[in-house]
């Protein structure tokens, strides 16, 4: 009685190990890439409510002279965004946030420049029109609308 296993048994398991193994890992980093961009995007909504919730309560830098206060203005570029209060004295830089996406996230072309206010008091924009936020990691992208009366939704 043969009580091994041949040659080809064992490179047919090891083989099909290596397969499931390959499709495991590749899901796993397509898993992960997903949940860095759901995290990413859930960042920036929070990051543009704090700069509507300063703006609404009227909140002026503490690090520069400010005596009216226009509002508090988000600017867009290809991997980061930067929120700076608008003072009667010109845009804090010593105030300013500036945030960083992380590696291989940009925003898509269309935001490239692009900036608007949230407004004192009202906690409405400077926007014309909706504007959204596209956030891309490769072939992954999620969206941010930001409406002309500040509703910020995903």
Known sequence: MNR?????????SVGIVLVLTGIGVANYRIYTDKETLRQTVATIKSDLRLAQTKAIAGQKPVNASCTELFGYKVSFSTSSYTIVP???????????LVITLPNGMTFAESLINTSFLFYPLSGGTSLSDDLVLQVTLGAQALTITVTQGGLITE
């Open 4 to 12: 091994g296993f041949t040659l080809l048994e064992l490179i047919i």
């Open 86 to 96: 608008d003072c009667t004295e010109g845009i804090s830089s010593a105030d300013a």
